[in-house]
């Protein structure tokens, strides 16, 4: 009996077995242990025992006992029967000849394993629950629903009736709710009385207003310019009066909070005008406090941006052209110079031991006057730059930029709620009295803070002659350039800023420190002492380079990695380039056979296919956690998703007489359900589909993953881009960096702007996962490498696994304990010469494992700990300089391993790895060709939902092509063809010549049952 927030087909599945269980199920829930095994000898007949036996594995994996126990899956018989030696598991029919053995057997097993039916004892445990899951989560009614069955199962509950349970779920969730409106509402009216109503006047609309001033200020800037950046203030200063991030929020979960703040942000003023109080009260004051950070983060985003592109930029390339229109006079000088230069070294050659000045000034003066030559020395000192001018003359250059950032100098002190470290209090000091200087030409220099002033602002602030009063001009520049630097650096933050808080702030620290030290360092194996953790990782160091020399010893002069002269004396490896694996012709027969096996098929008959196998598009939930109300939800988000995926919009999928496809049912899809947290639990479902997948299996065990950025064009007005021209051209875009597992799943992806260093968001990425297990090994390519991030990602648990360019200009390090005797390691003893510095590992241990405690636990970004720990010059903090001692164990380890002369799979499965993520690419560019691939969302929520979708149908495809290439090799196997499995292993489910892309696009419901046929003669491996 279907209840309101399950479908029909989710109600019939409840305590049934839909499609087969995966072989991690089968292992999981019906192997027999010795226990099991006994228990079922006690029964006579085979007929009994398989009975038996397939009840008890029922009940584990159902969490109810079937009033049919046959009414299984085969696989679940066979794979029951094989542990019992049975071999004919057909006789299991006669298991239900007789009734009362079966319902004998069933209270049997009841008995012994102490399931229990759900009495008012069990029920206010199961309500304890639900309401604890809702309360800190915030998860919608299905999900919610399925936790509950979990919690079923793991307590040995049998299942109640659907419809109990589901009425069980939503009163909980219910109750749940009330309390969370009713504490913030309560927090409110603490915080401040009158708060509430000035919220509800947000909803009103003007009499000269098209919209509310609630949609005014959700809507962000776009447009990089000083007159913008002033607004983005003006806008953020609003948010901030009406005071909502006054309000004590600590007693609510911060998740249910976000919730609240994304139904807020996302619904129209009409929708929330009409909620009932207090939620109405509690979702205003969770939006208005979550536009407070973003509207400074927007501001922050802005400045950075216009920093970059309207003052940094064009004055670097002004003071080049600068220089460059100097050049001739610069020629003509240095040709006078050089002629004289070289009379001058022939006259004192001649001179000996005494020199007349008069005759060496006649021989000059041949080559031309002494007034040209005082000249040309003058020339060639205003236009050769010594150490600073070159920098100087950019700084120049930026101070005639001043009209670019005067609208909003008053503005940017005030309205951001500055903090900073001490390094970085001087510069907010300075900030704060830029607006004392405005309407003035004149400053004197005992006005400003000289120590701001670096050698390469000298000239522009000071003039050339260090003159008593300062370049107003310049010196407000100067200090902008300061603040970036320090935000940059986090030593200067915002604090109700979401992007751009204080990090430190966000580390573990007191009795949230002293709460999960033990248990989160146990779990990462950090827990022993730093002299114990050390002394294990040095035996491996030790070992890997005796292994290394034994190797290069046993391979002789011409392997692919020797040692060679220097050319100073000392020893060097020379590692030659990896030769390419020989395609085999069975495996390029069988690449040929199974892609013209493939059905030809449209995407969205992909995406309603996965679906009808894994239920993946269920996850998409409303925004407010209420129960959809409408008809072939799956359909509606199928079309929402290929629209984002492909890039085409809502058009090519809009069919007026389908409901499902109406452009107002899909508009609303699109706005409601589709978002970053639902592409996440869809991810989820598929990326568990895939590792359940024979062929993917032999593929990896989802182990090893790897991390790489593809960029994207923006060519629309927004300030989440940034400049690259070597990507871009003359535009700005983003990078969507994508973890994908050796089973060829996306695991977890970030968007940001522009082309930033990669290594300071692939751990970013590798915490953020989806799902799947946790990769072991992370493989990235050569800009992801820093010795720092190696120190991180060890302390994490991660191999970190770089492709690292110029293997044989690499520096390898040694460890040895204070007092200990350096080990031999033979003719590697020079290149093992550098020393990693224990010393500052064991003083800064503590505050080592602090930081990775923290990441772990999400308390802070990884980008924004990288950027904290180094310097502005590029030099480490001490803590940084610790990291990157520890980093450089691994770095080591894995630069051994990549050059291993007697072994080659470890740098082989790191390049194939890569070529895996590159294929990826690929494909993603083949799905999101609509506008050319180029992306023209405005807002960093809009780039990660359309590139969320991207990733969630690249994974559909990929999930497809797998299970579709598992049947292939089935059948041609059937067919009596061998297929050698060192050729499965190279196969790839990232091909897309038979899937149709284009034109509109037809959301048909796949066949009930079964795969679709393949293609006709080469099924049959002709």
Request: glycine share 8%; aromatic share 6%; net charge neutral.
């Amino acid at each position: 009996m279907p209840v309101e927030f399950l479908s029909d087909a989710q109600a019939a599945a409840f305590g049934r077995f839909v499609g087969e269980p995966s072989q991690n199920d089968l292992e999981r829930f019906f192997h027999l242990d010795d226990t099991d095994q006994e228990l079922i000898r006690r029964r006579r007949g085979e007929h009994s025992r398989l009975g038996f036996a397939v009840q008890v594995g029922t009940a584990r994996f159902l969490g109810a006992l079937l009033a049919d126990p046959l009414d299984v899956p085969w696989s679940v018989v066979d794979y029951v029967a094989a542990q019992l030696g049975v071999a004919d598991p057909s006789v299991v029919k006669r298991y239900t000849e007789r009734v009362e053995t079966a319902n004998a057997h069933a209270r049997e097993i009841r008995a012994v394993y102490g399931y229990r039916d759900l009495d008012a004892p069990l029920t206010e445990a199961l309500t304890a629950f639900v309401f604890s899951r809702s309360w800190t989560h915030g998860e919608g009614l299905t999900m919610l629903f399925g936790h509950a069955v979990a919690w079923l199962r793991r307590e040995k509950v049998l299942l109640p009736g659907v419809s109990v349970l589901a009425r069980l779920v939503a009163a909980t969730r219910e109750q749940a709710t009330v309390r969370l409106h009713a504490q913030i509402a309560v927090a409110a009216e603490s915080a401040d009385p009158r708060l509430p109503a000035v919220l509800w006047s947000l909803l009103t609309i003007g009499q000269c207003d098209r919209a509310s001033r609630l949609e005014l200020l959700r809507t962000g800037p776009t447009r990089v310019s000083g007159p913008a950046l002033e607004r983005a203030l003006q806008r953020a200063a609003v948010v901030r009066s009406f005071g909502a991030g006054a309000v004590d929020l600590s007693m609510v979960p911060p998740a249910r909070v976000r919730s609240l703040a994304r139904y807020g942000l996302g619904s129209k003023a009409q929708t929330l005008g009409r909620l009932a109080e207090p939620r109405r009260t509690a979702t205003l004051v969770a939006t208005v406090a979550a536009l407070e950070a973003s509207t400074v983060d927007d501001a922050r985003d802005l400045f950075d941006l216009l920093m970059a592109t309207k003052v940094l930029g064009p004055s670097r390339r002004a003071a080049a052209a600068e220089r460059l229109a100097k050049m001739p006079e610069l020629e003509k000088a240095s040709s006078v110079l050089a002629r004289v230069g070289a009379e001058l070294l022939r006259v004192l050659e001649g001179a000996g031991e005494s020199l007349d000045v008069s005759a060496a000034w006649a021989a000059l003066e041949k080559i031309t006057t002494r007034d040209r030559i005082v000249d040309a020395v003058a020339k060639v000192g205003e236009l050769v730059p010594d150490g600073t001018s070159a920098e100087g003359a950019m700084r120049e250059q930026m101070s005639r930029r001043f009209r670019t950032v005067a609208p909003f100098l008053r503005l940017l002190g005030t309205t951001i709620p500055w903090g900073a470290t001490p390094a970085g209090e001087r510069v907010v000091e300075a900030l704060v009295g830029v607006d004392a200087l405005h309407g003035r030409r004149k400053v004197r220099r005992d006005e400003i803070d000289e120590a701001l002033v670096p050698p390469s602002w000298h000239t522009a602030v000071f003039g050339a002659s260090n003159e008593a009063e300062v370049d107003r001009d310049a010196w407000v520049v100067c200090v902008l350039e300061q603040l970036r630097a320090s935000l940059r650096r986090r030593d200067v933050f915002a604090t109700t800023s979401t992007r751009w808080g204080d990090p430190r702030a966000q580390l573990l620290a007191g009795p949230a420190w002293d709460a999960a030290r033990e248990p989160v360092l146990r779990s990462l194996s950090l827990d022993a002492p730093v002299g114990e953790h050390l002394q294990a990782k040095l035996e491996v160091l030790d070992a890997a380079w005796r292994g290394l020399a034994e190797s290069i010893g046993q391979a002789g002069p011409e392997a692919s990695v020797r040692l060679v002269d220097d050319g100073e004396g000392k020893a060097k490896l020379s590692v030659s380039p990896l030769d390419a694996l020989d395609i085999p012709e069975s495996l390029t027969r069988l690449r040929v056979q199974i892609a013209d096996m493939l059905p030809r098929v449209d995407l969205p008959e992909i995406l309603l296919e996965v679906h009808s196998w894994t239920g993946f598009l269920d996850a998409y939930t409303h925004i407010s956690g209420s129960v959809p109300r409408m008809d072939e939800l799956p359909v509606s988000v199928a079309a929402a998703l290929i629209a984002q995926a492909c890039n085409v919009g809502l058009t090519p999928v809009v069919a007026d007489g389908h409901p499902a496809l109406t452009r107002d049912r899909l508009g609303h899809v699109d706005a409601n359900y589709i978002r970053a947290e639902t592409h996440t639990a869809a991810n989820e479902f598929l990326i568990e589909a895939q590792s359940n997948v024979p062929v993917a299996r032999s593929w990896g065990g989802g182990l090893l993953a790897s991390v790489d950025g593809l960029r994207f064009v923006v060519p629309v007005r927004t300030i989440n881009a940034a400049p690259n021209p070597k990507y871009f051209g003359h535009g700005r875009g983003l990078t969507w960096f994508n973890a994908v597992n050796d089973q060829v799943a996306g695991i977890g992806a970030v968007v940001v702007p522009g082309t930033a260093r990669d290594s300071l968001y692939v751990l970013d990425t590798m915490l953020n996962l989806d799902g799947g297990p946790k990769p072991e090994i992370v493989a990235s390519d050569t800009a992801s490498y820093s010795d720092m991030v190696f120190g991180i990602f060890t302390l994490l648990g991660y191999r970190f696994s770089p492709r690292i360019a110029d293997l044989s200009d690499q520096r390898l390090w040694r460890a040895t304990f204070p007092g200990e005797v350096a080990a031999d390691y033979g003719v590697l003893n020079d290149v093992a010469r550098h020393r990693i510095n224990l010393g500052k590992i064991t003083t800064h241990w503590e505050d080592m494992t602090r930081v990775a405690a923290s990441l772990v636990t999400g308390s802070v970004r990884a980008y924004d700990l990288l950027r904290m720990l180094t310097r502005e010059n590029g030099s480490p903090a001490p803590l940084g300089a610790a990291l990157i001692e520890y980093g450089r164990i691994a770095k080591t380890l894995h630069l051994l391993s990549l050059i291993d002369p007697s072994d080659e799979s470890y740098r082989r499965a790191i390049n194939s790895q890569l070529t895996v993520q590159e294929s990826r690419h690929r494909l993603a560019r083949a799905i999101f060709h609509g506008r050319r691939g180029q992306i023209y969302q405005r807002y960093r929520e809009g780039q990660e939902d359309q590139l969320g979708a991207l990733g969630l149908v690249v994974n559909a495809v990929v999930l497809w092509n797998t299970k579709y290439t598992d049947a292939a090799i089935t059948e041609l196997r059937e067919n009596g063809q061998e297929i050698p499995e060192e050729d499965i292993t190279r196969l790839s489910p990232l091909a897309d010549a038979h899937i149709n892309m284009l034109g509109r696009y037809a959301f048909t419901a796949p066949a009930p049952q079964g795969l679709r046929p393949f293609r006709g003669a080469a099924a049959s491996g002709t």
